[in-house]
């Protein structure tokens, strides 16, 4: 197989990266999906695909946003086969993605969104050591709650191979955090179950085995892959730790609520308003 992280052959990487970024900071700010940018970066060059992703996370902490923390992707086996990958991905949380105080996620900010239930894991401890087991981690994580990710693509139609998803800071779109918080004592991750409802029918469920076997795992695969690429995961972040079950549409107006067991549950509505054109 392919290595991934290996250079595709495009002539001038620094300008495939410049215009990548500037096609999917346009389709967010005008609100009209994009072609892919696979055409600009190659299908499998992951390494040009996070040079993209930085340069576009690096525009927008410039105009203001602060980070809070990492989002795992692709953390499902069926998903990588889908796009073809054998491994997760990552982008970043900006506090602006954080929706979870507003008394409605906002349908007009987002192009075409789906949710998953997740866990998310705030770290209490610094992840910047060169030995790091899943143990080590355990440790780290301050408390976990229930969470919403509400995933979006510039990409129209959701046309996606690895490249434009990690350009594309790894779909992430909002997130919406539960009340009830646990220590990482009082429950296991991976025996965590998920019943998603959308309007009050079950849409999607699982558990927290579907996330790389074990949540803790994708979080340790984070924290190596975090530290490899020079930025740690630190104490105070939020690390939403990979879907727990199949994603669901977001609609303008629907009410989504995922239960998951000990963690409690976590509910959104989205706001009827319909997206900008």
């Not at 530290?227 to 977001?250: H, K, M, N, Y």
């Amino acid at each position: 197989m392919t290595d991934l992280w290996e250079p595709a052959a495009v002539a001038d990487r620094e300008t495939a990266v410049a215009e990548a970024a500037v096609r999917l900071t346009r389709a967010a700010r005008d609100h009209k999906p994009c072609t892919p940018v696979r055409d600009l970066l190659g299908a499998k060059d992951i390494s040009l695909a996070y040079a993209v992703q930085r340069r576009v996370v690096g525009e927008r902490i410039a105009a203001g946003a602060r980070v809070v923390g990492r989002k795992i992707g692709l953390t499902s086996e069926s998903v990588q086969r889908q796009v073809g990958v054998d491994r997760p991905d990552f982008g970043v949380l900006l506090d602006d993605m954080d929706v979870t105080g507003l008394p409605a996620v906002p349908s007009g900010r987002l192009l075409q969104p789906r949710v998953e239930a997740e866990i998310a894991f705030v770290l209490a401890e610094d992840l910047d050591e060169d030995d790091l087991d899943v143990e080590r981690v355990r440790a780290a994580v301050g408390h976990a709650v229930a969470a919403l990710e509400i995933v979006d693509s510039r990409v129209a139609d959701w046309d996606i191979a690895i490249t434009d998803t990690v350009a594309d800071n790894a779909s992430s779109g909002l997130f919406v955090l539960g009340q009830q918080r646990l220590g990482i004592g009082e429950f296991e991750p991976r025996d965590v179950t998920m019943r998603l409802y959308a309007d009050g029918k079950l849409a999607s469920e699982g558990d927290g085995a579907a996330c790389l076997g074990d949540p803790l795992a994708a979080l340790l695969w984070l924290a190596r892959t975090a530290r490899e690429f020079g930025d740690p995961l630190r104490a105070g972040q939020i690390v939403l730790s990979g879907a727990l079950g199949p994603l669901v549409p977001t609609p303008p107006g629907i009410t989504v609520r995922a239960e998951m067991s000990a963690l409690g549950s976590v509910t959104a509505t989205f706001s009827p308003e319909e997206h900008k054109g």
